[in-house]
Nanobody, 127 residues
Framework: QVQLAESGGGSVQAGGSLRLSCAAS????????MGWFRQAPGKEREFVAA????????DYADSVKGRFTISRDNARNTVYLQMESLMPEDTAKYYC????????????????????WGQGTQVTVSS
């Protein structure tokens, strides 16, 4: 079992930055590929970013490429999402997700690939 807890959300003006954190507890964090997803009111949950077990591979949604950076610190059992140049359309609840995998280079962009989910943290960007 893996427990995930997001933090770092908040309200920011367009053009601003935020860094989200997701702390994992339970089974070995480094055995898990990690992902960030978001869900805006009235919309489906969508992929934001993913990272492999040791951070060697990453993937991003086209809408956030060049603005968001996913990273992880396996010593701290934490995955991060650095968000720059935020836009009002980035407003959503952000969730982190974990999936244990034997493939150290694997990363996953589909929500149904993940086993464990956090409760989410709200990000609101005003224009």
């Amino acid at each position: 079992q893996v427990q995930l807890a997001e933090s770092g959300g908040g309200s920011v003006q367009a053009g601003g930055s935020l860094r989200l954190s997701c702390a994992a507890s339970g089974r070995t964090f480094s055995n898990s590929a990690m992902g960030w997803f978001r869900q805006a009111p009235g919309k489906e949950r969508e992929f934001v970013a993913a990272i492999s077990r040791y951070g060697t591979n990453t993937d991003y949604a086209d809408s956030v490429k060049g603005r968001f950076t996913i990273s992880r610190d396996n010593a701290r059992n934490t995955v991060y999402l650095q968000m720059e140049s935020l836009m009002p359309e980035d407003t959503a609840k952000y969730y982190c997700a974990a999936r244990e995998t034997f493939n150290s280079g694997a990363y996953y962009s589909h929500s149904n690939s993940y086993t464990y989910w956090g409760q989410g943290t709200q990000v609101t960007v005003s224009s």
